[in-house]
């Protein structure tokens, strides 16, 4: 069983003991269970733990909404889902407009799905993109999307919002493709999607869940001109509609369901751009401790082997990569577990221990650089394995001059951590320097770094960034370099060293 110290906090609001009993008997092994029979109860404990709540089940003949309120109020970031039995549409309706609700199941419930959800909530997923341009945070103008395959109604219900000052600007769509083509277009400024249940094609409320999956911010309304139940529970729990509206439209109810749909747009973005703000700052100084850590184990070893300046050189590197984002998820992992001191021992363990290897007064002789050179293009084109470079770079004396096999092995370290081969690299002559770089448009991919967000620590990770600061390490050593250049998860890279027989280069560019 799992320490209830990591799982999931749900508060159970409910009014029947045997449903209660099943709640438990459900989940008492996956979440840790605040049980409430009164209102009361439940509000001690969202004044005690609220921030700490990942989720507030209501199983109740109807869902008090003094309740859900609450714990908008005093746990904004829970789950809130109602259990419920035969619910009528007015009252789906009603905690819509309320909004009240995340999630509404009916009973008997899917204990798996209900389980998957909190999960969800508890670890963040809900709230992601944490990302947010300046672009978003500046927007001036919004725009509301209406979809509906009926035109001429579209044409004149946006004629009418615009006779009464509607606070966005209307764009119209009369079918699932052209909404969705809209919706990327206006990105950044898109606040509302209003669209019909019934249309060719894609159903309303699937289009809503797709938009969902793009931008999660955007406020989605279904409207219908039938009584469905059964489409607007579904569009709650899997697009997260704000409202659902009856057809036929009145433009008065429709603009004063934008306004507040305006409204609720601009608190999501605020609060996700104050929400990552906070992530973005914590995480900066994880980061900074982290690079502390590192240097107190590490530099003197890397200064004595190449100078104090590598490994500064080496963290901006890594800092010009456009690696994944944090997030709460992971600041939990970095913060709440042993993460930070393994990453810190397991990357350090493993630098010194290849460095360990490397005999400090191992160097290229002309002849060794030479017979390097030669064998180069051959691994490079990808004709010839590392066990066949051993060979050639074995001398008639039989003594393989390590420096060479070591960049070979942490070039390959590098490229098959990142599932490339060699022969995205290309070997060139340019002022006295022989270049090892990626071709263009070969980036390696990158996802996460030594200095980048983590959950845990992978020994793919290890493999690519330790071989990238040895390989750095042993080329200054020779005389030579490696600079790494970010990308959006990607880095570019060139390897120089000096050639002492220049008449031996080839040039390979396959």
């Not at 990357?347 to 290229?364: A, D, M, N, Q, W």
């Not at 394995?385 to 001059?401: A, D, H, K, S, Y």
Request: charged share 20%; hydrophobic share 40%; with cysteine.
């Amino acid at each position: 069983m799992n320490s209830k110290n990591n799982l999931p906090i749900v508060l159970y609001r409910y009014d029947q003991q045997a449903s209660c009993d099943e709640f438990v008997s459900s989940f008492q092994d996956d979440f840790e269970l605040l049980l409430c029979v009164t209102d009361a109860v439940a509000e001690a404990h969202l004044n005690k733990k609220g921030r700490n709540i990942s989720a507030v089940v209501v199983d109740q003949g109807s869902a008090p909404s003094s309740l859900f309120e609450l714990t908008k109020k005093l746990s904004p970031l829970s789950l809130r889902m109602f259990l419920h039995q035969d619910i009528g549409l007015d009252a789906v309706m009603l905690l819509l407009e309320q909004g009240a609700i995340n999630k509404c199941f009916a009973i008997p419930y899917d204990s798996n799905v209900v389980r998957s959800e909190v999960y969800a909530s508890h670890i963040g997923v809900s709230h992601k993109p944490q990302i947010v341009s300046p672009e978003e945070v500046e927007v001036r103008t919004y725009h509301a999307l209406i979809v509906d395959d009926e035109t001429s109604a579209t044409k004149y219900l946006k004629k009418q919002l615009k006779d009464l000052n509607c606070t966005c600007e209307i764009l119209v769509a009369d079918n699932a493709v052209g909404a969705l083509a809209l919706a990327k277009q206006y990105q950044l400024s898109l606040a509302l999607v209003l669209t019909d249940q019934r249309m060719p094609g894609m159903l309303g409320n699937q289009l809503l869940s797709q938009i969902r999956n793009h931008n999660p911010d955007v406020i989605r309304v279904l409207t219908s001109a039938y009584e469905e139940v059964d489409v607007a529970l579904n569009a709650v729990n899997e697009g997260q509609i704000f409202r659902y509206i009856r057809k036929p439209w009145d433009a008065k109810e429709i603009c004063a369901c934008i306004d507040s749909a305006l409204t609720a747009y601009r608190a999501n973005v605020s609060q996700r751009y104050e929400r990552y703000s906070r992530v973005s700052t914590r995480f900066q100084e994880l980061i900074s401790n982290r690079k502390t850590a590192l240097e107190k184990i590490l530099s003197t070893t890397v200064y004595a082997y190449s100078g104090q300046k590598t490994l500064d050189d080496f963290f901006n590197y890594l800092e010009s990569i456009d690696t994944l984002s944090p997030t709460t998820a992971t600041l939990r992992a970095s913060e709440e577990t042993n993460l930070e001191s393994e990453l810190v021992h397991e990357f350090s363990h493993t630098v010194l221990s290849r460095l360990s290897k490397i005999p400090g007064s191992s160097e290229f002789t002309v002849t060794s650089m030479q017979r390097f050179y030669e064998a180069l293009p051959g691994y490079l084109s990808g004709e010839s394995e590392v066990c066949f470079l051993e060979e050639r770079l074995t001398g008639e004396q039989g003594i393989m001059p390590i420096v060479a096999m070591e960049i070979i092995n942490l070039l390959k370290h590098i490229l098959e951590s990142s599932n490339q081969r060699a022969n995205i690299l290309t070997l060139e002559y340019l002022n006295g320097c022989v270049l090892i770089k990626t071709k263009v448009n070969h980036e390696i991919p990158i996802f996460k770094h030594i200095l980048s967000a983590h959950t845990r620590v992978t020994q793919q990770l290890l493999d690519q960034q330790c071989s990238m600061l040895v390989l750095l390490l042993v080329c200054r050593r020779q005389g030579g370099d490696v600079v790494f250049k970010g990308g959006k998860q990607t880095f570019s890279m060139t390897l120089s060293l000096p050639d002492f027989q220049e008449s031996k280069i080839v040039s390979v560019d396959n």
